[in-house]
């Protein structure tokens, strides 16, 4: 699946978004929100941090996309804000009561069931997004059941399959990992979904 033109970019500036994308990571980086806190008895989670999405084809072709998130869940209602490398904002994707809203950066509006359909439809690549609610606190979903479970010393996941995903958490604070690698592969092509937390 090919990137939409607006984050396309030749091979040969990939390598400059990568160094873009850390010098600019004050700009990429949404404002800090507060950390966890209980809503409603559920355990609210606020995340800032940097993202990176690779395709790699079975054919050789590559596309990647990079740039910051945030991250506000209190588990009734997300918000998920995406900014390119350059501090710009892509879109916000909100999601709450069965339904999911995607509000892109020129205004429109798209609403869908789940979450996942409305980010791959702005970054042309899936993030799994249904799952990050519960591995970014440190734990695999409910459904469908994880496989391959493998924790760290401390009883915290480390590595797992779930949903189609391989999942890798590292670097645990107090909130959950603040590094989450993801791999999946379908359809000849292979998509890796690396997402860096700020510590809280």
Partial sequence: MSLPRALRAPRGVLAWLAVACLALAG??????????????????LSRTGRFAVRVEEAGGRQD????????????????LDLVNPLGSTLARVEAAGGM?????????????????ALVEDVLGSPIPVAGLRDWMRGRTADQPPAGAL???????????????????????????????????????????????????
């Avoid at 996309?65 to 918000?79: C, K």
């Avoid at 999911?100 to 996942?116: C, F, I, K, Y």
């Fill in 27 to 44: 700009c990429a980086t949404p404002r800090p929100q507060p950390g966890a806190a209980q809503v409603a008895g559920v355990e609210a």
């Fill in 150 to 200: 493998a924790r760290d010393p401390e009883g915290r996941p480390s590595s797992f399959t779930q949903g189609g995903w391989e999942v890798r958490l590292s670097r645990y604070d107090a909130q959950g990992p603040l590094l989450l690698s993801m791999e999946r592969h379908d359809a000849g092509r292979r998509i890796t979904v690396r997402l860096v937390a700020d510590p809280s």
């Fill in 100 to 116: 999911a809203t995607l509000r892109r950066s020129d205004g429109s509006v798209t609403q869908a069931p789940g979450a996942d």
């Fill in 64 to 79: 990647a996309v990079q740039g910051g998130f945030s991250w506000r869940d209190d588990g009734r209602r997300l918000t």
